[in-house]
């Protein structure tokens, strides 16, 4: 099987840094996107950021865009999430996920928590 593992997540004041990472491990897969969702408590998940892997192409939420970056190690099949500038509303747990064969999303990890404070 194929496991998403999220780190990097914490507690930072209003316009702190912060730096996700997200690795793969198990079983060899080919993916055409990687990306980020967000989850507040009594709100649905979101979608936040996405990368293709073969040209490496970004889109952005327009609540993060300019503020937050995603990149990619090809290597190892990782990808990262620079969050600047950040805000009390991007207070949530962050998933990361994949896209499998049919270019759905798939595989997700487990969530990292990002708590920022006024």
């Known amino acids: 099987q194929v496991q998403l593992a999220e780190s990097g997540g914490g507690l930072v004041q209003t316009g702190g840094s912060l730096r996700l990472s997200c690795g793969a491990s198990?079983?060899?897969?080919?993916?055409?996107?990687m990306g980020w969702f967000r989850q507040a408590p009594g709100k649905e998940r979101e979608f936040v950021t996405q990368?293709?892997?073969?040209?490496?192409?970004?889109v952005y939420a327009n609540s993060v865009k300019g503020r937050f970056t995603i990149s990619k190690a090809n290597a190892n099949i990782t990808v990262y999430l620079q969050m600047n500038s950040l805000k009390p509303e991007d207070t949530a747990v962050y998933y990361c996920?994949?896209?499998?064969?049919?270019?759905?999303?798939?595989?997700w990890g487990q969530g990292t928590q990002v708590t920022v404070s006024s």
């Open positions: 996920a994949a896209t499998g064969p049919g270019a759905l999303w798939t595989y």
């Open positions: 990368i293709k892997w073969s040209d490496g192409s970004t």
């Open positions: 198990g079983r060899t897969f080919s993916t055409a996107y």
